[in-house]
């Protein structure tokens, strides 16, 4: 039977079913466009793909991940941007991949072999990054694999890795450029060593952690001119005593009174025997520890700025997994805590421990594997950013016309990112790692020179030896994916003949992602996409401009996924919520609709269940209305009633002359989608999704499904004009209402829209239908009238509660109405009769004294009812009632009028007791009213 849905709305059944409907289908597919495509018709709704190109890149997602809610809520946003887009008639592009992710991965098949008892160092280079590929190609496509089950609508055909062949050569080309510009250079530099992953990493990727320790003061002896001890001692304090092993110098401020005695002194460093000098710099403070600071250059980025200012030597005392080395003396070999131990009590044994104090670090550890991150000279790799930098602080700062290339939304972070820039270092590029785009630098053992080149060289480029070996370092991962824009569509290679990909979707229009990448990812890309993309001319062979340039032209920057009491989820916390949990109970749809109704722009989601639980209901609700309207179809056609389907997949029209409710949802519908688009444009996603839950729920379910059963007759007299009509403007609001919801629930309104359509849709899916596009200002006269109806039969609802009117019975009324509302009553006074269960509308000039009755601006009415209840039995109960809500009143009054309570309490208690109060005010005084009145009546 046509139309027939299960009788419960499954969403585990139609989600699974849509979600691989649509890969397999390839609907989301964005083939290369042609030349002539690409001059491009201006869009067209409905006719999705041939409009002007909307392109954003997905996040890339660790290969080593698994989606988390801050990704589910990323891909969420994301996916209502392209299918809105998409149904809007833009030529739609959404690239998937995932990033190789150098560390995570590295680390994540160490721990592999370590379990099978092996080490990378024994499978070797060759072997081990084999392994690594061997487990991305079994384990990598979790991720994937979870976003094709929530409906992402990304182009899968398009899905790139960051190692792959094309992306790699872009990485290649970009380091080579970079090189042969003179932008890249290697420099001895203290970076961020992590011992246990035996690599540098960024400033970005070390989080601190306060953590209590000591600090050591060890007595330097002053030393004469001819090398012998005067007795007298400086005093320093550290919190890493092994690290005295590569003092260089102890430097004091110039102007301090207690050691002005000591200028151009030198002193011996105990344990390593070594005349080091006494320095004077004003970096030094005086107030900090004894104000005579040890000089460490190859172990702290302080030291070794001021070893750069001294012209002082750097000694490196640590190899990379963090033991002593052979320049460490006695301790060498030692691991660095347990020279740390052997020092201190070396030093207490020759009486040079002058102290151990408690102090509290803010100690370093390394994001990935948590191991306390050593400060280390090491020769890295780094990129000369200023002029890359440039580029992108012009990019995001608005010219003088006061346009930008790249807006950044919401705006405060424009200033974050442009601050960042104005501050930033060169980037360290190098990382010591074998899993990633291994740097193409070749080290000649004969001329001790460099060959940087694009295809592998067989020979020195300097002195032509053939003793060349490759560079151990790989790059960055951002590196990679800092290229993405530019290399997913063809970067480097762009020749008249496969530049179509590239003239359509570069720039990239928006990139959705969150804060904790701006630096990482945002800004390199920008960096990046600048740089490069610059060279590319324009597809007419003119020059390109910045504005053209850059990798997107907007930045979305969402919000953080929080549990229901605003903590940050974190394992350690148990307050995870796993998306995929969530979603085998709601549905996708539902999760979906929770994420979108709460992103309002820069404010964090409180992530609650509950609300998820409501948007399963709106779900059913839709699901309900859909079979209620349906049923009304087959109805329809069994005495040959059927919809036209020109009717269906544009904006629902109506005849000037049709009944109010018809002309009012049509209104409705029209105003709702001019809001919902003008927020969507706005990356309003929380007042799209509410608009359209009012709309949904109120509008359509409770007021029009109700009033519209009046025009539904079916019977053999019916006037079969008036039911078709009131079908057709029932079935095209139903049928342009999923569309518009479509984009945040693509599940439910793919199964309901191909029912609409019985299984023969215009189209493979709604999202390839159009969205609509509403005129706010259509029918203004029908809103009104309709509002002046409704808010009638509100009033008449809560009167007839207030004075416990049967819920089955219909009682006759008394309404006084504005001359103006007095015809559009008269007219519609079956919906009032109907819908506020009303046997009897009598219109007057006076409310007949003595009624109970509601005032608004324009209308009084009263309902009129004989009471046929006990009245004793009445009064008894509201005299009990009314003792309780006293009670209740008090209660809530003493607690909120006790201060001291009030200091402790939890706010959410406060709040809790303060709408009690309210609470139990207002049903006090409807108790009061009541009893009055039936004193009055008796
Ligand atoms: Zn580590
Ligand atoms: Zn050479």
Partial sequence: MPHDLPKAYDPAAIEDHWAEYWVREKLFAQPTPTAADTAGQAGQAGQAGQGESFTMLLPPPNVTGNLHMGHMFEHAESDIMVRWRRMCGDRVLWVPGTDHAGIATQMLVERQLTTEGKSRQQLGRAAFVERVWEWRRHYGGAILGQMKRLGASVDWQREYFTMDERLSVAVREAFVRLHEQNLIYRGAYIVNWCPRCQTAISDLEVFHEEQKGHLWEIRYPVVSKSGKDTGEFLTVATTRPETMLGDVAVAIHPEDERYLHLHGKKLRLPLMDREIPIILDEWVSRDFGTGAVKVTPAHDPNDFALGERHNLPSINIMDVEGRINADGGSYTGLDRYAARKKIVADLEELGLLAGIKDHVNNVGHCDRCKTTVEPRLSTQWFIKIQPLAEKAIAAVKPDAQGNKAIRIVPEQYEKVYLEWMENIHDWCISRQLWWGHRIPAWHCANCHQMTVAREDPTACAHCGSDKITQETDVLD?????????????????????????????????????????????????????????????????????????????????????????????????????????????????????????????????????????????????????????????????????????????????????????????????????????????????????????????????????????????????????????????????????????????????????????????????????????????????????????????????????????????????????????????????????????????????????????????????????????????????????????????????????NESFLEKAPAKIVEGLKKQEAEMRMLLEKALAALENLNKGS
């Avoid at 600048?530 to 340039?549: E, I, N």
């Avoid at 109970?585 to 639980?613: H, K, W």
């Avoid at 969507?680 to 109700?706: K, M, P, V």
């Avoid at 009104?784 to 809560?798: C, F, K, P, T």
Wanted: glycine share 6%; hydrophobic share 45%.
């Fill in 477 to 897: 991962t951002w590196f990679s994916s800092g290229l993405l824009p530019v290399s997913v569509f063809g970067w480097p290679h762009i020749t008249e003949k496969n530049r179509g990909d590239f003239d359509a979707f570069y720039p990239t229009s928006l990139l959705v992602t969150g804060f904790d990448i701006l630096f990482f990812w945002v800004a390199r890309m920008i960096m990046f996409g600048c740089w490069f993309s610059g060279d590319v001319p324009m597809p007419d062979g003119s020059p390109r401009s910045l504005a053209d340039s850059v990798p997107f032209r907007e930045v979305y920057i969402h919000a953080l996924v929080r549990d229901a009491n605003r903590e940050k989820m974190s394992k350690t916390k148990g307050n995870v919520v796993d998306p995929i949990e969530i979603v085998k109970q709601y549905g996708t749809d539902a999760v979906r609709f929770t994420l979108a109704s709460m992103a309002s722009p820069g404010t964090d989601i409180a992530f609650n269940v509950a609300r998820t639980e409501g948007y399963r209901a709106f779900a059913n609700k839709i699901w309900n209305a859909a079979r209620l309207l349906f049923m009304n179809v087959d109805r329809a056609a069994e005495i040959g009633i059927t919809v036209d389907p020109a009717a269906l997949g544009g904006m629902p029209t109506v005849a000037n002359d049709a009944p109010l409710e018809a002309r009012w949802i049509v209104a409705e519908i029209h105003a709702t989608a001019a809001k919902v688009n003008q927020s969507l444009e706005n990356f309003r996603f929380d007042d799209a999704a509410n608009t359209i839950y009012q709309f949904f729920w109120g509008s359509f379910c409770d007021w029009y499904l109700e009033i519209v059963k009046l025009r539904l007759d079916f019977s053999e007299d019916a006037d079969k004009a008036q039911t078709k009509a009131a079908l057709t403007t029932l079935v095209s609001v139903f049928e342009a209402s999923l569309r518009l919801l479509s984009p945040i629930m693509p599940f439910i309104t793919e199964e309901l829209w191909h029912a609409v359509y019985d299984g023969n849709p215009p189209a493979k899916s709604i999202a390839l239908a159009g969205y609509p596009m509403g005129d706010e200002h259509l029918d203004h006269a029908a809103l009104v009238d309709m509002g002046a109806l409704q808010s009638l039969i509100v009033e008449i609802r809560a009167l007839r509660k207030e004075i416990g009117v049967e819920e089955k019975a219909s009682t006759p009324i008394e309404v006084r109405i504005d001359a103006g509302m007095r015809s559009v009553l008269n007219e519609n006074s079956t919906i009032v009769e109907r819908l506020a269960r009303v046997s009897e509308l009598r219109i007057v000039d006076q409310i007949t004294a003595g009624l109970s009755k509601h005032s608004t601006f324009s209308f009084d009415v009263a309902v009129i009812y004989e009471r046929t209840v006990d009245i004793a039995a009445e009064r008894e109960r509201l005299t009990k009632d009314i003792a309780k809500y006293e009670k209740g009143l008090m209660s809530a009054e003493r607690q909120l009028g």
